[in-house]
């Protein structure tokens, strides 16, 4: 009866949100070519990949943070077991566009079905699975159901409960017991998740701590930061000049940096802002926000070639892929969607290059990765807006203290590197042969 009923209100919630996800379509493109992927039906080239008899692990990972961890365990497990191919399945068109760059030869790229039962029930029947494997929270009763029911071992990978989340998950145990306790094994980032995912009634058994694999992820992009220094150096940012970077940011986190760039500027001239939002179909906005406050705006994604900017200029890095290398070549950090009640984006990638790193007061998201870089002084917290500012100031304007917390943020996160191979070698031990 429970089953029948969340197959109900799921088509209705899905039918209610469909003038949604077809604004998303019309505004970012994406799946709307693929669309018919989340109805389990795939085109004809894909089909027929999918029919050619090879055994395939289906990793599902949602968007770009959770298919960077998926890329990471994909690529370990070929390194562990040499000819291994995979289906990847995403959910939002940016994730498809990182999925594109991780999947193999041999490999396979869809959107993941809806969980309705004859969406899954296809899906299955045209991937044939040997093994699937769910990275983070992407918990759908429906195909795990499925997967369980044609012995299909589950793996919940980096699995974390997000403080929003865990309320909903205690009271309804009930629901989410039975489906917790048909995975395998579930891999949590912490002992705070690990006690979320009993309250929600998965049995101790089931579960293994192992930290965070978004530690392994993290990867330095040597000519990616060569090339950016070079499109740094023609547009007139000096190549010995401090860099104030804010990465992954959302609206209202732009115009606080803004500010923060105009009273550093008094004390430090030689300081340059680089601004990377989050959504690029935000650009716009921010390049408004830039010329409002006052500052030349240089928009990466349509000046390719830029020559000598005005002094003050703020880099809009608006292009796809090229933050890891932007993080290279900073060495102060504000790391977005932390100031605004959302949880924060991604802090370990500043830290690994070393850069002084900053985050609001919301990093619930990254609550174990944050929880181990707070303990060794490797990142600074700001309680509030105020706070943020004041300890902006005070990094920028302090040269030994950003580079002894720069340092101390690199070691922590080559510290806590290794959890992915430890996973894969449990799947595969699970697996056998």
């Known amino acids: 009866m429970k089953w029948f009923l969340y197959n109900l209100l799921f088509a209705l919630a899905y039918v209610a949100m469909m003038p949604k996800f077809l604004f998303r379509m019309v505004r970012r493109g994406g799946y709307a070519n693929r669309f018919s992927d989340r109805f389990g039906r795939y085109p004809r080239d894909i089909a027929a990949r999918l029919a050619d008899g090879t055994p395939r692990i289906w990793v599902h990972a949602v968007s770009v943070g959770e298919v960077a961890v998926a890329g990471q365990l994909m690529e370990e497990i070929r390194r562990q077991r040499p000819g291994t191919r995979f289906v990847l399945s995403t959910t939002s068109s940016t994730g498809w566009t990182q999925a594109q760059k991780t999947v193999g030869e041999g490999d396979v790229l869809i959107y993941a079905p809806l969980d309705y039962p004859g969406c899954v029930k296809r899906a299955f029947r045209a991937i044939r699975p040997v093994a699937y494997v769910i990275t983070e929270t992407e918990i759908w009763p429906n195909v795990i159901r499925r997967a369980h029911g044609e012995h299909v071992p589950i793996f919940l990978v980096n699995a974390r409960i997000s403080d929003r989340s865990a309320p909903g998950y205690r009271r309804l145990k009930c629901w989410f017991g039975p489906v917790l306790n048909r995975i395998s094994v579930i891999f949590a980032q912490s002992d705070l998740d690990a006690d979320r995912l009993r309250n929600a009634g998965c049995t101790d058994d089931r579960i293994r701590v192992t930290g965070s694999m978004k530690f392994d992820v993290a990867r330095r992009n040597p000519v990616r930061e060569e090339a950016l220094r070079g499109y740094l150096t023609a547009a007139g940012f000096d190549p010995g000049a401090p860099i104030l970077l804010g990465g992954s940011t959302w609206p209202g986190e732009d115009t606080f940096l803004l500010g923060v760039y105009r009273k550093a500027l008094a004390k430090v001239p030689s300081l340059r802002l680089i601004i990377a939002p989050r959504h690029f179909e935000k650009a716009d906005d921010v390049e408004t926000a830039v010329r409002t406050a006052g500052f030349p705006c240089l928009r ?134």
């Open 300 to 433: 990466k994604s349509r000046v390719p070639n830029p020559e000598r900017q005005p002094d003050g200029t703020v880099l809009l890095a608006d292009t796809t892929g090229e933050l890891m290398g932007f993080y290279g070549l900073a060495q102060t950090v504000f790391v977005g969607k932390s100031l605004c009640e959302h949880g924060a984006q991604n802090m370990i990638e500043p830290c690994l290059c070393g850069c002084a790193t900053l985050v609001g007061p919301y990093t619930e998201n990254f609550r174990p990765v944050m929880s181990d870089l707070l303990a060794h002084g490797a990142i600074l917290q700001a309680k509030d807006r105020p706070d943020l500012e004041r300890l902006l100031l005070a990094t920028l304007t302090d040269a030994s203290a950003r580079a002894a917390l720069g340092a101390r943020a690199m070691a922590a996160v080559d510290a806590r590197r290794g959890v992915t191979p430890a996973v894969v070698k449990t799947i595969l031990r699970h697996l056998g042969a």
